[in-house]
């Protein structure tokens, strides 16, 4: 069964109990348990985490600091990331998410260009982002674009609709309506090739920002046939919601 919000319309500013019901029992959990009742539609996001990253099982863990705008009407952010190579800030690199299309970019020293993504796969893989990184500003899945479907008592399946896009994923919860796990399929760069893997984004802690208890550290693991890579683990460090933007 598809289920979809009750009651989103923009032009109440504030979200209800109402705009809950339809929904997969579980989804109805975890977002009560967010605090989202009660809270403003969030339009815009800026956040920073830490953390680090590694481009293999055999590479190097790099020292990491982002720097991430998002807006959710329509779908989109901007990624500003600094990696630490040799105990240096050697490497930056964006990732733009935006009308429906990805663009990932990345240079050392400011000089060199070590990567350069776009494409059908860049899109569906940047998608996957978004729709999992609303677990940060979590009104977004309450949005006209967002769609359930209910699996058991504690998973539901999730599906983002922008533009020509409709990506989607499985999300696990524990009994509180804590958002344990998100699962799907993406596709990732291995070896110089894009292929599509079934990629987890298992959470370990939660805090509070803006009234709204969200996941603060977890990590990113793609679950390939030969095992689990763990390649990113963050700490969530500052959140603003509804705050004016740039165009990006």
Known sequence: MIATAKARSRFSPIINAEALEGLPEPVQRYLTFSGVIGKPWIDTVRLKYSGRFRTGADKPWMPLNVEQFYTTNPPGFLWKARFRMFG???MRATDVYKDGHGHMHGKILGLF??????????DQGTAIRFLNEMTWFP?????DNITWSEVDNHAADVTLHDGPHHVSARMYFDDAGRLLNF?????????GKYTMASWATPFTEYGTFGGLRIPIKGLGVWQLHSGDLSYVDVCL???????????F
């Open 183 to 191: 699962i799907a399929e993406r596709y990732g760069d291995f070896g």
């Open 139 to 143: 009104t977004a899945y309450l949005g």
């Open 88 to 90: 240096l800030p050697l």
């Open 237 to 247: 460090n500052e959140v603003e919601y509804n705050v004016p933007l740039e165009a």
């Open 113 to 122: 260009t070590v990567a350069d993504g776009k494409g059908d796969e860049v």
